[in-house]
């Protein structure tokens, strides 16, 4: 039992053998995962804790909250602001920004997360999960509510100095990069501790399978047809293999099997909001995951390219999302490059 690490102990290597994580990120870490096994406790109550179902609610992007979005959203605000490692936090269920508290002392990072992925898995038992990202606070003139700004958010995915998630499933597991390769950790409940299961993931650069709403299919664009496609063809076509399909409509579990075995998963664009480039988040949802994916040795891009590339102009921006075994998404990338390449210029 000695050799079992601990996402503490874990941290504090990371801190002082790699200099990649200082004191204020470790603590805030170690906060974030705390949060995650309050929600964790509150999932695992379901009906007998009286928090499945509705809220009657609509959060900013006009969707129907369930009683867990609330709850875990509450639950990572109040475990972080008085902690004294943030400037403020954002979430896809508010508004606006959250800025710490002038009661509480006010750190250097932003916090930007979601607080239940997969609600719609929440009343029938299938896996969920908190996603969340880490940001520098950027150094320059103070702006409004204490020195912080909704501009201050508005960082690429390759700013982030730390991402992970969390499901809630079988086991509670918690997946974390600080920019030196991606660990995973499960909760021993017995202990109240996350431990260190694997470090160093990798994802194979090439997979049998494919995570994708195939309902959606008429309303695809050419590109992600023609993939598809030629998955559906198997050995007889271009592949020259069969492929599996997997979809369980939770993008952290959907991530979290690509992560473990491989695979690729996509939510691209689509022709019923052709004003909308994607319909996950970009903030809360993609650029987290993409950096995951890429420190386990996968690609991420919107279809054209990378994500983590790709400068916000807005809280709750949304993105297409295409990401997994590296191989298989530099195919789907090229097939949207190409068919930008042939269609003609307008003046």
Not at 103 to 129: A, H, K, T
Request: glycine share 10%.
């Amino acid at each position: 039992m000695s050799s079992r690490i601990s996402l503490t102990r874990y941290l504090v290597e990371q801190q002082r053998v790699d200099g990649l994580i200082p004191s204020q990120l470790r603590l805030l870490l170690e906060v974030v995962a705390r949060a995650c096994k309050g929600i964790s406790q509150s999932v695992n109550k379901g009906a007998i804790g009286g928090v499945l179902g509705s809220a009657d609610t609509e959060n900013v992007q006009g969707e129907m909250q369930k009683k867990l979005d609330i709850i875990a959203n509450e639950v990572l605000i109040e475990a972080n602001e008085w902690g004294g490692h943030l400037a403020a936090m954002a979430s896809e269920e508010m508004d606006g920004i959250y800025v710490v508290p002038n009661r509480y002392p006010q750190g250097e990072y932003l916090l930007l997360f979601d607080p239940l992925d997969g609600s719609s898995n929440i009343d029938v038992n299938v896996s969920i999960g908190t996603i969340f990202s880490v940001l520098k606070k950027p150094e320059g003139p103070a702006g409004q509510n204490n020195g912080v700004s909704e501009q201050d958010f508005l960082q690429p995915g390759n700013k982030q100095v730390a991402a992970g998630y969390c499901v809630y499933g079988p086991q509670t597991t918690l997946v974390l990069t600080v920019g030196d390769g991606v660990a995973e950790f499960t909760l021993d409940r017995e202990q109240g501790s996350f431990i260190l299961v694997e470090d160093n993931i990798r994802i194979p650069e090439d997979t049998r399978e494919f995570a994708i709403n195939m309902s959606n299919m008429r309303h695809w664009d050419a590109p992600v047809r023609r993939y598809i496609d030629e998955c559906l063809a198997g050995k007889e076509g271009v592949r020259g293999k069969d492929f599996n399909m997997r979809w369980i409509a939770s993008m952290v579990a959907d991530v979290h099997r690509i992560l473990t075995r491989g695979g690729i998963f996509m939510y691209p664009w689509d022709k019923r909001e052709p004003e909308k480039p994607g319909k996950l988040r970009l903030m809360y949802e993609a650029n987290p995951m993409a950096w995951i994916v890429e420190q386990a040795g996968g690609a991420a891009t919107n279809g054209k390219q990378r994500i983590l590339d790709i400068q916000p102009t807005q809280l709750h921006e949304r993105v297409s999302v295409i990401l997994g075994s590296k191989n298989e998404v530099e195919r789907v990338t090229t097939y949207h490059t190409s068919q930008s390449l042939r269609q003609p210029q307008t003046e």
